[in-house]
């Protein structure tokens, strides 16, 4: 990072004074220009977006072409311009003069923006020649001379900070004009606003390695509390999307987070970064139709999201295919038509060896065993036509003519293929058939195999002896139904969702016809296209056949990933990625197939028991020796104090893992206080005091109870809001679990019984140091008993 050269101005003195003045008023000038050439943008998208295409005297899908290329592409640059109003320009870098002749000078901001003459205004953060003014240190500045911040209020300029790398590399007249100070640091002084915040500022060097990492592969950031680990992967996907536009616009951007509050503030960061076209979704999200929010004890979560249960549902659909030992008897129109043991089982096998989901091979199950029913219902009545006739034989009294057509009976088949199908369709229709074939191999959807099989002791035992899960493990799994999904259920119902697949002859039918149609309607407008010199990258030859097919609204790729379970995405982010479990990355693995993923997390902070206990444990499994670890080891928000108490902790539960280095040395020292449940009140009203002295609504202030006091601390704050909701989390206090308070950060944090929290989990001591690295001014221990030794330091 470089130094910051505030030192040459006293902004106190009169020179200092009107040196910033000068520098405010030209970089406003500049500021001023921007803006302006954004409202003309922003006036130019609009007035297109209002105005129809011009009639063409072409065919329907000319004009097509004509409204798809208008107002697509209007559509598109106006949210992207509505997107960055705020900070738009933040940046700037010079270049290092040559022989006298001043270095070229950039402006860097959200968004790249060219003048009436198509000349460079202002540079896309994500461009190249951005880059140095994420990259330049004091130590190796690369050619800049100065990288300079621009703070913006609403549209003013409102503050200036420069980091100088070489005075000499600076013109007389930008020598004079040097301000402020290291933009990183005030920064982080500021008060926490309850949301998360776009840094594309303040990336640093390490970080910004992240950003810019290659698409392919699994790049695996593994960062301790306060490393902008889940920023620097949010800025990743814009810049993705910016760099491989041509591939993951078609395919999207998955973002995986670790709740629904996580999300909804990705929503905030990344329009401002110019992106609006991602995906995002729980784990609990990640099967189409449900929405589970709810977890499981930690004893169960374990269980469930091991990956025996893959081979527990594999069982338990094998399970439902049942061959009747002592073959199969139906009571059908005064006739007990069987079928045999021996094909009933061929009839079971042959549909096994169908390479294809289990409701797929029911069709052939069912087929076989109808077939071999109307064989048994033909042969019987072909024998009760027979006894009369074989007694006319024995009584001698057979005319010849009757017995060469008896003859030749013997001789045919004894019904030929249409025959064999009215009677086949026939005996679909009769309830009874249809019941007895439905319980030897029903059509099954994910939701109806594991709630018969988690209600089912026998079915649920025979499924769990085939997994080798203990019968302890078993009884955990035991639900009754009605009850709803939880998070780690979510991976299960998805690779029920694997092994059952979907039979629908209807559906698919209109899906080859369709198939068939849409692609001789794309080729048609692809030629459309050609003939209009229109590039396929403005308008895709099958968005815009879409498009003339049906006038409904057009969806977006996130929109119809969403909805879709088998969508293939082109790179997908998972953030807390050590709390997914092993079922939840077969989930994961699977809406990725070329495995370009960027892995977030922190494998010291792994708080569900289900978790990671290293990279490797879960990635090896379907890329090893493929996935690449960045490690993010400078903590920007944590104090160095706080963050000592916390490397004892983390030395305790975790010895193996580093803790990244603090770069504050600002702040009072941690303190523990020995304070009943019922003191809470006062001293939360001393911490609010001590963040926002003036009273003005600024700073946030975490109360991070164990689960055994949570209820104690809500009764003694009534008021205080609850839980990571948004509403919450944009309040001035608020009460959490360990697991709600991952990932977020407040000004001053009170932890309330820590021996508790440690005590709670088999990685309470993880969820401890999750706890106490929340606060970025603040913290406060709060026990009434023995504090664990891992914070004896506070003792």
Known sequence: MGHSQAGHVNPLNAEGDRVLRAALRAEQEVVSRVYARLDTERAAAEAALRSAPVAGGGSRLQAQVEQAVVTEEAARALARLNAVERALCFGRVDHRQEDGVPGETFYIGRIGLRDEHHEPMLIDWRATAARPFYTATASAPGTLARRRHLHLRERAVARLDDEVFDLDGLGEADRSTIVGEAALLATLRQGRTGRMTDVVATIQEEQDQVIRSGLPGVLVVQGGPGTGKTVAALHRAAYLLYTHRDVLERRGVLVVG?????LRYIEQVLPGLGETDVALATVGELYPGTRATASDIPEVAVVKGDLRMAALVEAAVLDRQRAPEEGLEIEIENLTLRVSPEACLRARDKARALRAPHNVQRRLFVHELLEALAVDRAEQYERMMDEPLEQLVRDGGMPDWLQELM???????????TDLRLTKETLWQDPAVRRVIDALWPELSPQTLLTELFADPEALGRAADAAGISPVERGLLRRSPGEPWTVSDVPLLDEAAEWLGVDDPAKRARSRAERLERRAEEQYAREVLESAGIDEALVEARELAERNRDAGPVLTTAQRAAADREWAYGHVIV???????????????????????????????????AGAASWGQMLDRYVAGRWREQRLMVNYRTPAAIMKVASEVLAAVAPDQTPPEPVRDDGPPPRALRLPVAGLPALVAEERAEIDPDGVGEGRLAIVSSGARHAEVLTVLPGVEAGATPEALDSLVVVLTTEEAKGLEFDAVIVVDPAGIVGESPRGGQDLYVAITRATRRLTVVHDGDLPAMLSSLG
Not at 407 to 417: F, H, I, V, W
């Open 258 to 262: 670790p709740n629904v509050t996580f």
């Open 407 to 417: 003859d030749e009976a013997e001789d045919g088949p004894l019904m030929d293929d």
């Open 575 to 609: 953030d807390e990625a050590q709390e997914l479990s092993e079922m939840a990355w077969r989930v994961v693995m699977r809406r990725v197939p070329t495995r370009s993923l960027t892995v977030v997390g922190d494998i010291a902070q792994t708080g569900s028991p």
